[in-house]
């Protein structure tokens, strides 16, 4: 069972912002794009597709303390942690080191809480569901504080 | 019947980037949100749902000259104008101007070449159709140079 | 002084992602862009430059809990209300209204948490300083929940 | 000397819109990420600063011919080929082949025009200069089509 991913991106000229640095709302995107490397790194892909419906992970809730900017090309590791389980939701922390200082530093760290849903093909409507059973067994609640 | 079309629209800070510009790829997110309020100044939505397929306009061609920056706060004015209409298809001219130069400066031109297709609601595909009539008769080509 | 501020804003495509809805970072664009206009409707911008140096609001802390989706066209208010105001920053909630159901349903409340920083133009480094005394007069921290 | 680089990138969930697939508007930040990726395969960062300038390469023209779409989870490969080297500017094709396709498919080809300028730090004005000797002795143009 997996508790804990570590995905690592580069910050792109197209992530700045005028202020010279990678624009706030890129952190969240960076969340969610590790949380979709760690369904893959479990075999899965977070978004299922069957003929009437599709199985979705909508957020909840997000939340991000920054402590430090990321700027242009720096690189940046992404540490995945699940928090909690329950039956119809995950809840991720998420840690931002900068991997060029030295050492590495925390620059910011964040939280993602995702429902899982079906999306009705015909009219988008989403209603959660619990989370299937092949999927929660391969995700467990991280033991420890890091 | 329709063949021009004015939206105006204040560049925002997430629309910046380091170099203290406008990122050269919100130009075409800009060009296709003037699109769409084409289409709703014409009673229509770009987005049309039935209960099997979904009509849709991807993309074929985009291009974009940019002679001058757009920088944060400036008001951009984009004119639409439909440069070619056939069974299938449209093709628009966009020209950007920024209001807040005395006298308003044109900054940057491009074109978006689309066409209309169904999208099968079971899997996605995509499939060009000829453009409803309801839609088609209701858009002309621009009749001259501007 | 003023501790309110609304904001009205409508969904664009590439606002949307394809589970069918708004993608939940452009939340965080969407406050941020309404307190761009709430500085604005005082009279200022939120992004001052002097010879040397650069005022900026670089954020320390954003969260948002979403309760319902937003969709294509969907016309949205985004409250900025003032929750509180230090020396050197000022935390803003925000309440997005969708506009386009009758009675206008909420589905998201957010926080952003920001500082004062100067910006050297020549190293790029933000160092906290105190809000100018022109901005911190017009803000208000407002005064009952709502 | 260096004419052709390849750069191979996965599409994001935040890349798509409700259409299902890639965000046109994502395929020029593509190219983008690519011709700075191929700039630090030269052992330079696209953008310089020194005391008082930075070096910058503003676009001025920029293509894009769709003839696939991309969807989430998709792998894309993106061959950069500098098409021409003036003194001030260089103008470069991009190639996108889905590799998840066997055999690989071409699914979008565009173009890049960018010329190198100077930015004034104090006011921000853009400056055409000629490129820097370092950077145009290790780039050459493509010698074939391809």
Redesign the interface.
């Known amino acids: 069972m997996a508790c804990e991913f570590k995905f690592t991106r580069q910050v792109?000229?197209?992530d700045?912002?005028?202020?010279?640095?990678m624009?706030?709302?890129?952190f969240?995107?960076f969340m969610?794009?590790t949380e979709?490397a760690f369904f893959?790194s479990l075999g899965f892909?977070?978004?299922t597709t069957g003929?009437d419906e599709?199985l979705?992970w909508?957020?909840?809730?997000?939340?991000?303390?920054?402590?430090h900017?990321l700027?242009?090309?720096d690189v940046v590791e992404i540490s995945l942690l699940v928090r909690e389980k329950s039956e119809k939701g995950i809840v991720y922390t998420f840690i931002f080191r900068k991997l060029n200082d030295h050492p590495p530093k925390e620059v910011a760290r964040g939280t993602l809480g995702v429902v899982c849903v079906k999306?009705d093909?015909?009219d988008?409507k989403?209603t959660g569901v619990p989370i299937p059973r092949a999927i929660a067994d391969k995700i467990e609640v991280a033991p420890c504080e890091i």
């Not at 624009?23 to 890129?26: A, L």
């Not at 909508?58 to 402590?67: E, Q, S």
Request: charged share 25%; with cysteine; glycine share 6%.
């Open positions: 792109e000229f197209s700045t912002d005028m202020a010279g640095i624009h706030f709302s890129n969240f995107r969610e794009t979709h893959r892909s977070i978004h003929s599709t979705g909508p957020r909840v809730h997000a939340d991000c303390n920054f402590k900017p700027r242009f090309e999306r093909k015909a988008g989403m």
